[in-house]
């Protein structure tokens, strides 16, 4: 077996570009947490999946870190306030909001808060039950609350009274019909809001998530909008209420530059207010600020090319610059990053529980048969005289004598034994293809992508896309995936990942490159009767609530780990996941009246003499114990 270093190893899945300090490969091939930052200590993951898989908490299991939040949270307000020291903005102040529709889990919201109290951090809410949810896990009276999106009455209402639990609450208009419920609640409140402004900036950023921006995005007022709402609230004597200005030009802002050009837009807006008697004291930067899944730093959609602290330091930068050159007082600053912050707080393990093909089928030594046709004895030969001098022209000889085959038994001129053997020989030959250009240095070949491709096993997973990442499915993400462990082995097996749901979009085929991205994962050989563990990385933004229940598949087991002064670990929160019955009644079945009914039929049919006494026992234990049972596959050697 080839072995690798560590360093290496970190090479070949991006570690160093990803982990953001957080993760790291142990000199023992295992990958590793540090919760507290790259100064702290770390946990091996591994080992603390063989911990718990010795008290019987089975993969697929999230595992999630409360010090990284805390220390995301600490980084994020430290960014800020360093950018506005060094831009010698005194007396200005950083009021970040965490908006929880990046992830509303009640501990993680609850983290949060708790960490950002000293920051006086607060919460961003976009529904009325997402508003319920801050006003219950942030007591915070100093931290801002801020509320956005689409509101009926009921939820402005409810707005305005949070305020006798805040001292600041901004309700941001996203549309300028808003005001006609607003005016009279607040002409009439004890305790008034702050007013705060949607923009609709014409500065968009590119991408996935590029509609979020722009002219055409859902959000935010227009130029002749604002001045609209800005006479209006004048007229209705509310003028002194509106003192923010908001923007959020998408999610994962890969370029640095796109989010320097909003800040600039919006500030320019901001003078000009403030020139025409708006006493505005906050400007909302909105969120944004990108996570480098692929680790290459670079404007890719699945990168970023700025660390937070350059995030900081760009906004404060440009905020200044325009207040300035406009004579005109620097504003407070109100930041909603979303992704950056609890990305790195989640990692998914699963176990790999079958690969495809089962069977590895050596070409047969023989060479073909006398009465093969031509283009099987053709394909016997490309696999003899394959090399350095024609790879090439015999992998495309290949493709096509494989091709021709096809025909053939499509016709019926070749039976399934003959198919089979040739198949054998072209996956033999796929196999040199990848070895001749790896030799000959020419992996950047369309060539040996398409070897690798036709080539790659499958390893089914013990997860459900559609319930973990799926981002993965829905806008074509990528998020760092490697092996939990045998790291340092070189990993010499091209893979990709299907899950074990009923779908076909339910598999991974796009994987993290430092160079793009690459059609095939490198995985190790799996060894019988040993688990083989995948670590899917930066899971903790967006897709907790983005997943959804597709074949039934629930939510996986849950530990949180955190890391004492001593370095030693300890899983202080076990969830499990959801049970069989749990899915049934999302989709409003009964499972007690279920558990009912089949014990009356498996009765029935032993009244009936169908089965005996003894059936009826082992159907009633199996039927109605599998009800409580996970949702997803269990160790083969329970
Ligand atoms: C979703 C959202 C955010 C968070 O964006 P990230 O890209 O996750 O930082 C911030 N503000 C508003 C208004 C949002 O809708």
Same mark, same amino acid.
């Given at each position: 077996?080839?072995?690798?270093?560590?360093?290496?190893?970190?090479?070949?899945?991006?570690?160093?570009?990803?982990?953001?300090?957080?993760y790291?490969?142990?000199?023992?091939?295992?990958?590793a947490?540090?919760?507290?930052?790259?100064?702290?200590?770390?946990?091996?993951?591994?080992?603390?999946?063989?911990?718990?898989?010795?008290?019987?908490v089975?993969?697929?299991?999230?595992?999630?870190?409360?010090?990284?939040?805390?220390?995301?949270?600490?980084?994020? $307000?430290?960014?800020?306030?360093?950018?506005l020291?060094?831009?010698?903005c005194?007396?200005?102040?950083? %009021?970040?909001?965490?908006?929880?529709?990046?992830n509303?889990?009640?501990?993680?919201?609850?983290?949060?808060a708790?960490a950002?109290?000293?920051?006086?951090?607060?919460?961003?809410?976009?529904?009325?039950?997402?508003?319920?949810?801050?006003?219950?896990?942030?007591?915070?009276?100093?931290?801002l609350?801020?509320?956005?999106?689409?509101?009926?009455?009921?939820?402005?209402?409810?707005?305005?009274?949070?305020?006798h639990?805040?001292?600041e609450?901004?309700?941001?208009?996203?549309?300028?019909?808003?005001l006609?419920?607003?005016?009279p609640?607040?002409?009439?409140?004890?305790?008034?809001p702050?007013?705060?402004?949607?923009?609709?900036?014409?500065?968009?950023?590119?991408?996935?998530?590029?509609?979020?921006?722009?002219?055409r995005?859902?959000f935010?007022?227009?130029?002749?909008?604002?001045?609209?709402?800005v006479?209006?609230?004048?007229?209705?004597g509310?003028?002194?209420?509106l003192?923010?200005?908001h923007?959020?030009?998408?999610?994962?802002?890969?370029? =640095?530059?796109?989010?320097?050009?909003?800040v600039?837009?919006?500030?320019?807006?901001?003078?000009?207010?403030?020139?025409?008697?708006?006493?505005?004291?906050?400007?909302?930067?909105?969120?944004?600020?990108?996570?480098?899944?692929?680790?290459?730093?670079?404007?890719?959609?699945?990168?970023? $090319?700025?660390s937070?602290?350059?995030?900081?330091?760009?906004?404060?930068?440009?905020?200044?610059?325009?207040?300035?050159?406009?004579?005109?007082?620097?504003?407070?600053?109100?930041?909603?990053?979303?992704?950056?912050?609890?990305?790195?707080?989640?990692?998914?393990?699963?176990?790999?529980?079958?690969?495809?093909?089962?069977?590895?089928?050596?070409?047969?030594?023989?060479?073909?048969?006398?009465?093969d046709?031509?283009?099987?004895? $053709?394909?016997?030969?490309?696999?003899?005289?394959?090399?350095?001098? $024609?790879?090439?022209?015999?992998?495309?000889?290949? =493709?096509?004598?494989?091709?021709?085959?096809?025909?053939?038994?499509?016709?019926?001129?070749?039976?399934?034994?003959?198919?089979?053997?040739?198949?054998?020989?072209?996956?033999?030959?796929?196999?040199?293809?990848?070895?001749?250009?790896?030799?000959?240095?020419?992996?950047e070949?369309?060539?040996?992508e398409?070897?690798?491709?036709?080539?790659?096993?499958?390893?089914?997973?013990?997860?459900?896309?559609?319930?973990?990442?799926?981002?993965?499915?829905?806008v074509?993400?990528?998020?760092?995936?490697?092996?939990?462990?045998r790291?340092?082995e070189?990993?010499?097996?091209?893979?990709?990942?299907?899950?074990?749901?009923?779908?076909?979009?339910?598999?991974?085929?796009?994987?993290?490159?430092?160079?793009g991205?690459?059609?095939?994962?490198?995985?190790?050989?799996? %060894?019988?009767?040993?688990?083989?563990?995948?670590?899917?990385?930066l899971?903790?933004a967006?897709?907790?609530?983005?997943?959804?229940y597709?074949?039934?598949?629930?939510?996986?087991?849950?530990?949180?780990?955190?890391?004492?002064?001593?370095?030693?670990?300890?899983?202080?929160?076990?969830?499990?996941?959801?049970?069989?019955?749990?899915?049934?009644?999302?989709?409003?079945?009964?499972?007690?009246?279920?558990?009912?009914?089949?014990?009356?039929r498996?009765?029935?049919?032993?009244?009936?003499?169908?089965?005996?006494?003894?059936?009826?026992?082992?159907?009633?234990?199996?039927?109605?114990?599998?009800?409580?049972?996970?949702?997803?596959?269990?160790?083969?050697?329970?």
């Open positions: 077996m080839a072995y690798v270093t560590v360093r290496e190893a970190e090479e070949t899945y991006s570690v160093a570009g990803w982990a953001d300090g957080y790291r490969i142990t000199g023992a091939g295992t990958l947490v540090m919760p507290q930052g790259a100064d702290g200590p770390e946990v091996d993951l591994h080992e603390v999946i063989e911990s718990l898989r010795e008290q019987g089975a993969t697929p299991i999230t595992l999630r870190f409360p010090q990284v939040l805390q220390h995301r949270v600490d980084r994020l $307000n430290r960014a800020f306030e360093k950018a020291k060094d831009n010698k005194k007396g200005i102040d950083y %009021r970040g909001v965490f908006p929880i529709k990046v509303q889990r009640q501990e993680v919201v609850k983290t949060l708790q950002g109290r000293k920051w006086k951090y607060g919460l961003e809410v976009g529904s009325k039950a997402e508003l319920l949810a801050a006003i219950s896990m942030d007591p915070n009276r100093k931290s609350l801020v509320v956005n999106g689409y509101k009926d009455k009921a939820f402005l209402e409810a707005a305005c009274h949070a305020t639990f805040k001292d609450v901004i309700i941001v208009l996203d549309e300028v019909g808003e006609d419920i607003l005016a609640l607040l002409q009439q409140a004890e305790r008034k702050i007013l705060g402004i949607s923009l609709k900036l014409r500065s968009k950023a590119p991408g996935k998530w590029a509609l979020s921006g722009g002219e995005s859902k935010g007022l227009t130029i002749p909008e604002v001045l609209y709402a006479e209006r609230l004048r007229e209705d509310l003028l002194d209420r003192q923010q200005i923007f959020h030009i998408g999610s994962q802002i890969s370029d =640095i530059r796109r989010i320097t050009q909003g600039r837009e919006a500030a320019r807006i901001y003078v000009e207010m403030r020139k025409m008697g708006v006493p505005l004291k906050y400007v909302d930067v909105g969120g944004g600020m990108a996570v480098d899944y692929d680790g290459s730093g670079s404007t890719g959609s699945n990168s970023a $090319n700025y937070m602290e350059e995030y900081a330091s760009s906004i404060v930068a440009q905020l200044k610059d325009v207040c300035d050159e406009a004579g005109v007082p620097m504003p407070h600053l109100i930041n909603e990053s979303g992704r950056a912050v609890v990305s790195h707080h989640a990692l998914l393990v699963v176990d790999v529980v079958r690969r495809v093909p089962y069977l590895e089928i050596e070409p047969d030594p023989d060479g073909a048969h006398d009465d046709p031509t283009s099987l004895w $053709n394909l016997f030969d490309t696999y003899r005289t394959i090399g350095p001098k $024609n790879v090439f022209e015999s992998f495309h000889d290949a =493709i096509q004598y494989r091709e021709d085959l096809q025909s053939l038994f499509d016709l019926g001129h070749l039976n399934l034994e003959a198919l089979g053997r040739a198949e054998a020989v072209f996956r033999a030959i796929l196999g040199k293809v990848r070895d001749t250009l790896k030799d000959e240095d020419e992996t070949s369309e060539e040996f398409q070897a690798n491709a036709l080539g790659s096993q499958k390893l089914v997973c013990n997860f459900s896309l559609f319930q973990s990442l799926p981002d993965v499915w829905g074509k993400q990528q998020f760092p995936i490697l092996p939990l462990h790291l340092r070189k990993p010499e097996e091209a893979t990709t990942l299907a899950d074990i749901t009923c779908d076909s979009d339910g598999e991974i085929r796009r994987f993290i490159d430092p160079e991205s690459r059609a095939s994962l490198q995985t190790h050989k799996i %060894r019988k009767g040993e688990p083989y563990y995948l670590a899917m990385a899971v903790g967006y897709q907790d609530s983005l997943g959804d597709h074949n039934l598949f629930g939510e996986t087991n849950e530990a949180w780990i955190e890391v004492g002064a001593t370095g030693k670990w300890s899983v202080t929160r076990l969830t499990p996941g959801s049970k069989i019955a749990d899915m049934l009644k999302w989709v409003r079945y009964n499972p007690a009246d279920m558990k009912d009914s089949l014990k009356d498996i009765k029935r049919l032993k009244d009936t003499g169908k089965i005996s006494a003894g059936t009826a026992r082992e159907l009633v234990d199996e039927f109605v114990g599998l009800i409580d049972r996970s949702t997803y596959l269990e160790p083969a050697t329970a």
